[in-house]
């Protein structure tokens, strides 16, 4: 019997980890990356700091990761924790020009703290209103509640104006998009899926060496990974689907029995699909919203913040949205903050050069510690949406998006699949991407 055949587009977690499932049950697999590089979103930076690796992409692996976790263990990959994210205390405020720890009322007027997690205690009663979070359009109320923003609300609680703006830096941070621009439904939608208990304070991980280990030890352990091919058109047949890609400078076309797109859709709109794709699959990639965000890495010569008890966070209505320790979880003199800018500000530090990004950046954490410029070892960044095989930060549904185009981000288009962290209700992380890998992978099976 000859082997099925498969075309897998885009070497990140989701199309690796679809790759790796069918290989193992015989297909003859083909990978084609248009970067130099595995892990699309998942960045590593190991030439950035003597002995730290900073991540320019995704970060944190939740503890409900499990597939995430699984792959790791696989592949013999060490995870460092960094603990709960509440767990550690001494989250800072710089808010309408003034710094200092969340929790000191003499500075805010009440406890921050309190006030966010009232709203925390609010979010997580909004889970109900989704019974399926893998479907929310058959939520009652569907239409009525994906016509809605965030923004109203959070306008409408009842707590300290600045918790407020601290749920917007969570919007900004987490969703990448600003509240205004996000549907009610699907926040619901997350807080059913994540967010049904404000107390729980479980540890994030990271893999020790860069995330991007993993990646790269899936593509190993595959036969067939092209670098530097990028895919410039899909032809869907009946019995097959038709790519053609470019390898820097020649042309070639390859043909097999499917195929799975495993690109975010901001650059699927750059695809040629020779009118081949479905009219609500072409309106999804046309239309579908994603976000901005940005990392600036700083590293410091001393973990300063431990000094003064300040954990690394640090929300603000400046030009970035937040900070965090990204290398708590290490032992070293030296220390890593990342500064995170989602949404309008996102999209704002963007348009800078990477110089001025930084010094903007920099300039925001000199601002509520002053005199921390002077210990600045390296700094590095990058603004997700300049990435021209990225385009984006992840996908951000807007108001009326989710009961218009859920159904079809999970249908295949004849024999061409999609995968990606869009394509995943655990939407915007690496456990959503190898989710969708691995529940293609297992459609094209059950196929065949
Ligand atoms: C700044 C940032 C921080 C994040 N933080 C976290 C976090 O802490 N935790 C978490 O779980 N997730 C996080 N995420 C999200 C996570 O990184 C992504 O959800 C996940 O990596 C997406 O994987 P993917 O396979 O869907 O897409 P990608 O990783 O984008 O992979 C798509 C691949 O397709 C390739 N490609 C694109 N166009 C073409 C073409 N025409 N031809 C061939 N190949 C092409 C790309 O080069 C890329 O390699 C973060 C993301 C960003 C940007």
């Known amino acids: ?67 995430m976790l699984a792959l790791a263990k696989e592949f013999n990959l060490t995870l460092g924790s ?29 406890n921050l703290e309190d006030e966010y997690h009232k709203m925390w205690v609010e979010l997580s009663k909004l889970g109900k209103l989704v019974n399926d979070p893998s479907n929310p359009q058959t939520a009652s109320n569907a239409k009525e509640l994906d016509a809605k923003n965030v923004a109203e609300w959070i306008q409408s609680q009842n707590v300290h104006p600045i918790a407020k703006d601290l749920f917007v830096c969570h919007i900004r941070a987490e969703f990448t998009c600003e509240p205004e621009d996000f549907s009610f439904l699907d926040f619901a939608r997350n807080a059913s899926l994540f967010y049904s208990d404000p107390e729980e304070d479980k540890p994030n991980y990271r893999i020790i060496g860069g995330n991007d280990l993993l990646p790269k030890a899936i593509a190993n352990a595959l036969p067939d990974v092209r670098m530097n091919t990028v895919v410039e058109s899909i032809k869907i047949q ?76 640090l929300y603000t209505d400046e030009p970035i949205v937040m900070t965090w320790g ?80 859920w159904q079809t981000l999970f249908t295949p288009a004849g024999r061409l699949y999609f995968a990606g962290e869009h394509a995943s209700p655990i939407q915007g992380y690496m456990e959503g991407a190898v989710e969708s890998g691995q529940r293609v992978a297992k459609e094209i099976i059950g196929k065949s």
């Open 238 to 313: 009946g019995n097959g689907v038709t790519v053609k890609y470019k390898q820097v400078d020649s042309f070639h076309t390859l043909r097999s029995d499917f195929a799975i797109l495993a690109v975010p859709l901001t650059v699927a709109r750059l695809i040629d699909f020779n009118s081949s794709l479905p009219v609500a699959h072409q309106k999804l990639v046309d239309e579908i919203s994603y976000g901005a965000v940005t990392k600036v890495l700083v590293e410091y010569r001393k973990q300063f913040w431990k000094e003064i008890g300040w954990n690394g966070r």
């Open 1 to 67: 019997m000859t082997k099925k055949s498969i075309t897998i587009i885009g070497a990140g977690m989701a199309g690796l980890s679809a790759a790796y499932e069918l290989h193992k049950a015989g297909w003859d697999v083909t990978v084609l990356e248009a970067r130099s590089r595995v892990g699309g979103r998942v960045f590593s930076l190991h030439e950035f700091s003597d002995g730290l690796v900073a991540e320019g992409g995704g970060e944190f692996i939740d503890h409900r990761h499990k597939r």
């Open 326 to 405: 990204a290398t708590n979880h290490i032992e070293h003199d030296h220390g890593i903050i990342t500064a995170y800018t989602g949404g309008k500000p996102g999209a704002e530090l963007s348009k800078l050069s990477d110089t001025e990004r930084i010094k903007t950046a920099v300039s925001v954490i000199e601002k509520a510690f002053p005199g921390s410029s002077d210990l600045i070892e390296n700094t590095a960044t990058v603004a997700w949406i300049n990435e021209p095989f990225t385009r984006s930060s992840y996908m951000a549904l807007s108001p009326n998006q989710v009961t218009e185009h």
């Open 82 to 110: 960094l603990g709960g994210w509440h767990a550690e205390s001494g989250d800072w405020g710089l808010f309408r020009n003034k710094a200092g720890l969340l929790s000191d009322e003499k500075i805010w007027g009440a």
